[in-house]
């Protein structure tokens, strides 16, 4: 069974549509980000703060890999950030 607390942290928007607005709004005002909006905006907005956070982890993570002899990865995975 997810919490409250899984749906925040979620990429997936459909998670989140069983928060009503005040706690959406209370969430966005902890991550310090605007409040406005409809329930789906406000939805929006949580998603995209996971995914950005979630992808700045990954970069950090890859920073911190030993690198091969050329200076590359061994998995050859490549992070693009928008």
């Given amino acids: 069974m997810s919490t409250a607390a899984d749906?925040?942290?979620s990429s997936e928007p459909h998670s989140?549509?069983?928060l009503t607005i005040a706690e959406l709004?209370?969430?966005l005002r902890f991550r310090k980000l605007s409040s406005n909006g409809n329930k789906g905006?406000?939805?929006s907005r949580i998603v995209q703060d996971?995914?950005?956070r979630t992808l700045n982890e990954l970069?950090?993570?890859r920073m911190q890999s030993p690198k091969?002899?050329?200076g590359t990865f061994s998995d050859k995975t490549n992070?693009?950030?928008n």
């Fill in 7 to 9: 749906s925040l942290n």
């Fill in 16 to 18: 989140l549509h069983n």
């Fill in 25 to 27: 709004k209370n969430e």
């Fill in 41 to 43: 905006e406000l939805i």
């Fill in 50 to 52: 996971n995914n950005e």
């Fill in 59 to 61: 970069i950090i993570l």
């Fill in 68 to 70: 091969n002899d050329d």
């Fill in 79 to 81: 992070i693009k950030r």
